[in-house]
């Protein structure tokens, strides 16, 4: 019984990995594809990433989803952290039921509702759709996904360390930036990183929000899928993987060597 149940859970395993990333691998290998088809393999090339870049509909786009999820993620991971530490440190002050509810709100709502309610609030106030409000709305997105990560460490924090650095003589401030973010930093990080690519996956809350001249990549591939697919278009979606792929690894590896170095730490001052 227990071989058979471990055959299939491996079978099980291996058939969902191969749902997941198998369609991934396929977009990968054909958009080295010398053939303009996308089902029928003509022989390695590279050369719609050479045309990729002189499409300069789908670099525009780039660089408008580029720069919108550089500032919607910086600010919504200062925001984000902000509220974390606003929930975990005053648990009990008025609104408090209220402003958690409204900054958590986004994770469940679903997103043509929170676009809808966007593009209905920036049309009351008069402001034109464009990149401003693409960038607002992925704030408004994204912070509440930083604010669950950070809370999440904050909520495991050891106090005694801000206790101990405060009785030494240093002020609130100064054991925030020296004590408490850098323990946080990890997760301020990971909040930044998910923020980012949520900014860079969104295609509903974009559509509802942009304007002439910011138009995201998410919604020129749609645009350009609609009427068929392009090998150009496997070869935007493979710089993508990539581009997030090595982010992750190097968030990986700084995360890494940084919790060898506080261990490192930890056993000289035990030493000590």
Request: proline content about 3%; glycine content about 6%; overall charge positive.
């Amino acid at each position: 019984m227990n071989a058979t149940w471990s055959r299939f859970n491996i079978t099980s395993i291996v058939l969902g990995f191969a749902f997941l990333y198998l369609p991934i691998v396929l977009l990968i290998v054909f958009s080295f594809n010398e053939s303009k088809l996308v089902t029928v393999w003509g022989g390695f090339s590279t050369k719609w990433y050479v045309s990729l870049f002189h499409n300069q509909g789908l670099m525009d786009a780039t660089w408008v989803t580029a720069r919108v999820g550089l500032i919607s993620a910086t600010v919504a991971t200062v925001l984000g952290t902000l509220a974390a530490l606003t929930l975990t440190r005053y648990t009990r002050f008025k609104g408090r039921v209220l402003f958690s509810g409204m900054v958590f709100a986004p994770l469940v709502m679903p997103e043509v509702i929170t676009g809808l309610s966007l593009l209905l609030l920036f049309v009351a106030v008069g402001l034109d759709r464009g990149f401003l409000t693409v960038t607002l709305a992925h704030i408004t997105l994204t912070m509440c996904f930083v604010a669950v990560v950070v809370q999440s460490r904050l909520m495991t924090f050891d106090r005694s360390l801000e206790e101990a650095a405060m009785d030494l003589g240093a002020t609130p401030v100064k054991t925030f930036f020296q004590i408490t973010l850098p323990v946080i930093m990890p997760a301020i990080v990971s909040g930044w990183m998910l923020a980012f690519t949520l900014s860079l996956d969104d295609l509903v809350i974009a559509s509802f929000t942009s304007g002439p001249g910011a138009t995201t990549l998410p919604m020129k591939i749609y645009s350009q899928v609609r009427l068929g697919v392009t090998p150009e278009i496997n070869a935007a979606c493979t710089i993508l993987i990539a581009v997030v792929a090595i982010g992750v690894i190097i968030a990986s590896l700084a995360n890494k060597r940084r919790e060898v170095q506080r261990q490192l730490d930890e056993q000289a001052a035990q030493r000590g």
